[in-house]
């Protein structure tokens, strides 16, 4: 459940000057002022819980796509289609964070009235960590469940050669009494694409079982790994399981689960065959799927939070394997690394420094990440 640790030359900064820094850039972008700091906060909380992948790091690529003409930084989303429970949301091609959690907040009151409710979002881009948005439903009272298809196609199915579905994300978020909200969030592959490309900013090597080559072989160099994945037709991600003995069918399926919920229902691409029609600057045409169950619906007022106490509680208090490893619940290390960063900085890798000094130099905006370390 943690995320790598860190590797050689990280300048470690503070939530405050991260969030300045990201929010210079995006502001020099041309992003909508409203969007500004949503998209902030959800770019910079994935790095406060310690979900390195999908934070800041992740900015060299937009910049990639905004330089390429893809994103579409000016971007108006309007609702296409609406009943009482459902929505259908166009992103117009920009950046997937602000229009998601726009969609997830708009999924939670309408389960209020309905009960349960659906947003669906398509012609969006990357949206960053899904457990974010999640969240977002269980601090409003709800359940909440996520799914979204991805950019790359990087995932290698059972029995496969190369890979045709991506990382395809689920997050869940349940909410509690006394205790904090469950929160789930993880690929459908063994671990996520950018999560290989944060082993290969903090130069270290990946574990084995979570890519492989083209004749199936483990591969546990990150800038081998990250190449296989992000630039090479054969070879990529395991899915979820690792193997067909270790349950890489099931990985599988829940990958095209969330493929079929997140864009075949909203209208989104399927990677594979938009690989083969894309032009350079065409946008990514990304779906997202956004659920929320009001547990008032079914419960009397209170009893479901209750009975969420009383399930942690047991969880916590499982006897360990290991004495100094407590069990723990989901969330528990993303709340435990947001306080330790909020409290002591956030690290960034030196390669991936250097990339932020460039994504602001190209903005033309001044860089400050660690400038009096």
């Given amino acids: 459940m943690d995320e790598v640790s860190e590797g050689p030359a990280a300048t470690v900064v503070s939530h405050a000057e991260l969030r300045t820094q990201v929010h210079m ?25 310690n979900i390195d992948s999908h934070g800041v790091s992740m900015l060299p690529l937009y910049d990639q796509m905004r330089r390429n003409g893809r994103l579409n930084l000016a971007a108006a989303p309007r609702v296409v289609r609406e009943t009482a429970a459902t929505a259908l949301i166009d992103a117009d091609a920009g950046l997937g964070h602000a229009v998601s959690v726009r969609a997830m907040r708009r999924a939670a009151e309408m389960s209020r009235t309905t009960g ?4 669906v979002v398509r012609n969006s881009h990357h949206f960053g960590a899904a457990g974010v948005y999640a969240r977002i439903a269980a601090d409003m ?5 996520v799914t979204s298809s991805t950019r790359f196609v990087t995932m290698v199915p059972t029995f496969g050669a190369e890979p045709v579905l991506g990382t395809n994300p689920i997050a869940f978020a ?18 996520a694409g950018n999560k290989v490309k944060a082993y290969w900013l903090k130069e270290r090597d990946i574990p084995v079982g979570w890519v492989v080559d083209g004749k199936g072989r483990p591969v546990t160099d990150s800038a081998e790994g990250r190449a296989i994945v992000f630039d090479r037709p054969e070879g990529g991600l395991t899915p979820l399981g690792g193997t ?16 079929i919920l997140s864009s075949t229902l909203a209208g989104g691409s399927f990677s594979p065959v938009r690989n083969r029609t894309q032009k350079a600057d065409d946008p990514d045409n990304i779906g997202h799927m956004f659920l929320a169950i009001d547990p008032a619906a079914f419960r009397e007022e209170g009893a479901f939070e209750t009975d969420m106490d009383m399930l ?15 069990v723990l619940v989901a969330g528990d290390p993303e709340r435990q ?15 991936l420094r250097e990339q932020l000094a460039d994504v602001a130099s190209a903005s033309g905006v001044e860089f400050i990440l660690g400038e009096n370390a």
Avoid: F
Avoid at 29 to 49: K, N, R, S
Avoid at 141 to 145: A, E, K, P, S, T
Avoid at 312 to 326: K, M, N, W, Y
């Fill in 312 to 326: 942690v509680d047991v969880l916590r208090a499982t006897r360990p394997g290991d004495p100094s490893q407590p």
């Fill in 141 to 145: 009272g709800v359940i909440g469940i």
């Fill in 116 to 119: 349960c409710a659906i947003v």
């Fill in 244 to 259: 067909y003995d270790g349950g890489s069918h099931k990985g599988y399926g829940l990958s095209l689960m969330v493929q």
């Fill in 174 to 191: 349940a909410p509690a009494g006394s205790q904090p909200p469950v929160v789930l969030d993880m690929a459908t592959t063994s671990a």
């Fill in 337 to 351: 690394a947001r306080s330790e960063r909020l409290a002591n900085g956030i690290p960034i890798p030196a390669r």
């Fill in 25 to 49: 850039i995006l502001r020099a972008w041309g992003l909508p002022e409203e969007d500004i700091d949503i998209t902030v906060d959800a770019i910079v909380e994935a790095d406060l819980c």
